[in-house]
């Protein structure tokens, strides 16, 4: 199982390339041309996004080096006591749609700290690989595209990404 | 709504610095977050100009149309794409991504297809319900195999590494199922106040 599971990860992209690439000479696409030519696109799309990588970057990191973030956390912890949550994962949940990096640096240290094979462990892991950056996600596409009302997006997001921090608890409690 | 949230993240930190005499931590961390920004942009340079290039030899050679075409009655039900349009083949290509863990290839993916989509947006400032409806799909997480959880637990001396991912299968489905149920939750409220 984990053998099949790391090959399928380490075989993805290579064979995505492959893919691509050999049904671009069987339809007779210039395929070198035409990369270049998309590649091109890429270089306006990232320079778009800088801003907004910066100015996203500014928020995440002010917070947290502020402590900021771990007074919030510390002011959650008994409301998420009340409902049976394990007060250790409330960082994760507060930081993991916020940061990927800081996310994986802190699951990095509490997988040291609480062992990765107990309960706590095992539910921050979950939560790490079943919810997603919300916030960086949403400013970087949408300032892709230029869209700035973006409606109910981040309330679906949030409420998305609360029913998978509360259903990581449940399943591996239950499983 | 994201306006106020990066002032309140930013308000907040600067004020809970100076009640708690971390300024010097607030002043260091705005000047890292520029030159991290731009770290982070240019790590992401070249792998969007890869897969942006990859993406269109793929849209040129009709790959993308035959995707469009294979998973057209799957998607047609969720998206309100025209038919054929290369749109939903961006978006297959993207969830294709975030679902097999290809990691940095997301990004770019994941902006070909907001910018597919948004060639079909009437209002070019307000986010489209297609481009809302891909956002939460994408930031539910929708991952077969999260790569970097395995690898950290696997170097935190895990007995079974890969042993949580049955959890995070169910936990990523009800998060999808989560966000899209409320997704068309919140697009008939909106409809019923009028698009603001």
Known sequence: ?175 | MLNYIWVVMILLGVFWGLATGRLENVTEAVISSSEEGVQLAFVLLGVMCLWSGLMQVAQKSGLIKSITKLTKDFFAGLFNVPDNHPAIGAIVLSFASNFFGLGNAATPLGIKAMESLQTLNDKKDTASNDMILFMVINASCIQFIPTNVIALRDAAGSLDATGILPHVWISSFISTATAIIFNFIFRNIAKKRGIK
């Open chain 1, 1 to 175: 199982m984990t053998y099949i599971m790391n090959w399928l990860s380490k075989a993805a992209i290579p064979g995505l390339i492959a893919i691509i690439l050999i049904f671009g000479v069987v339809k007779k696409t210039p395929v070198f041309d035409t990369f270049i030519e998309g590649a091109k696109e890429g270089l306006y799309t990232t320079i778009k996004i800088l801003p907004v990588i910066v100015g996203i970057m500014l928020g995440i990191n002010v917070l947290n080096a502020s402590g900021a973030l771990d007074m919030i956390v510390s002011l959650l912890k008994p409301i998420a006591s009340l409902f049976g949550i394990p007060e250790q994962v409330l960082p994760m949940a507060i930081l993991r749609p916020i940061s990927g990096s800081a996310s994986l640096g802190l699951l990095s240290r509490q997988l040291k700290e609480y062992g990765p094979d107990t309960q706590i462990g095992r539910i921050l892991s979950v939560m790490m690989g079943s919810t997603e950056t919300i916030f960086y996600t949403i400013t970087v596409y949408y300032g892709a595209v230029g869209v700035k009302k973006t409606r109910y997006t981040l309330w679906v997001s949030l409420i998305a990404g609360l029913a998978g921090f509360i259903s990581a608890i449940l399943v591996c409690r239950i499983l």
